[in-house]
């Protein structure tokens, strides 16, 4: 007896359906199968709190990136400094270091810190991070076969500083180098004023009642003040940057009356690359490599990976 036609196409449908069924794996069952790569983390001293959070590589990442540079910047320059963020923290975590979330290290805010720093456009912002991060993900700069120190800083003077001249060691891909786009920055030429009484407690000095407050003796590479001789003693730029609190090691004294007015150029020590500067090179439609390849000279972008086995 022949079968109804709708038997046989049922006969047929499960003769196909019942195997694949058994090919189905839930997703604990595929993890067991197949495991999923583990992403590296980094542990992080958070300032407020002082204990140690465990915080996944790439969202680390984000985090620097979001906190150390703004959210209006290209992206191509975000991508850069996320390189650089990358990098360091790698470099610091090879080497065994303690890690912050200050400017001793890196800055860095989570998701809830982000929330209250950017209000309403921190789901806007938060993407456009996460893209540069995305983007570079894995990706550290790396000179001889080692991570680099990837030092960075907000704005220069118009070049950056060769490493000895800043930490006294050298180093063969932080040297100066020209940065002619930090002359849009801000923070490019500031002026600051000091009580003179409070100049001369602090460096154990005495100046004239006006006119010139030093004699510049020496400059760096980066032109930047090297030595500086105030009423007989003598100073590197580095000193009186720290003990003044001065934006730049890029200065000029002057004493009137009782002030002493101080004009900077440049944000930061110098070292590595200038944040502004990569906006610069990002507006002139240079990429993120080109970038990287500018401040870390002789420097290669290579895969973190290598270094986390």
């Not at 002789?298 to 895969?303: K, N, Q």
């Amino acid at each position: 007896m022949k079968k109804p036609f709708y038997l046989l196409l049922f006969i047929l449908i499960a003769a196909i359906a019942i195997p694949a069924v058994g090919l189905i794996l839930t997703e604990k069952e595929e993890e067991e199968v197949i495991p999923k790569k583990e992403e590296p983390s980094v542990d992080i001293v958070r300032s407020d709190s002082q204990k140690t959070e465990s915080v996944p590589l790439e969202e680390y990442v984000t985090g620097v990136v979001a906190a150390e540079m703004p959210a209006s910047f290209e992206k191509e320059a975000l991508k850069a400094q996320a390189v650089a963020a990358r990098t360091f923290i790698l470099t610091q975590t090879l080497a065994g270091m303690e890690v912050t979330d200050t400017v001793d290290d890196q800055v860095f805010k989570d998701k809830e810190e982000l929330k209250q720093t950017w209000g309403d456009a921190y789901e806007k912002n938060k993407e456009k991070i996460e893209d540069a991060a995305k983007e570079t993900e894995g990706e550290v700069l790396v000179y001889n076969g080692e991570p680099i120190t990837a030092a960075f800083f907000s704005s220069g003077n118009g070049k950056t500083e060769n490493a000895e001249d800043y930490w006294q060691s050298p180093l063969p891909y932080l040297i100066s180098v020209d940065s002619p786009w930090d002359e849009s920055a801000p923070n490019f030429e500031q002026e600051m004023v000091i009580p003179r009484a409070q100049v001369e407690e602090t460096l154990d000095v005495t100046l004239p009642d006006s006119g010139e407050a030093g004699t510049v003796k020496e400059r760096t590479s980066g032109g930047r003040v090297a030595e500086i001789v105030i009423d007989g003693k003598t100073f590197t730029g580095r000193e009186i940057r720290e003990k003044l609190g001065l934006p730049s090691a890029d200065f000029h004294l002057k004493s009137a009356g009782g002030e002493v007015i101080i004009t900077t150029k440049g944000y930061g020590h110098g070292v590595g690359m200038s944040q502004y500067g990569a906006n610069g090179m990002a507006k002139e439609g240079k990429k993120y490599t080109e970038i990287t390849e500018h401040y870390y000279p002789g420097a290669s972008i290579e895969s973190a990976g290598a270094f986390l086995k």
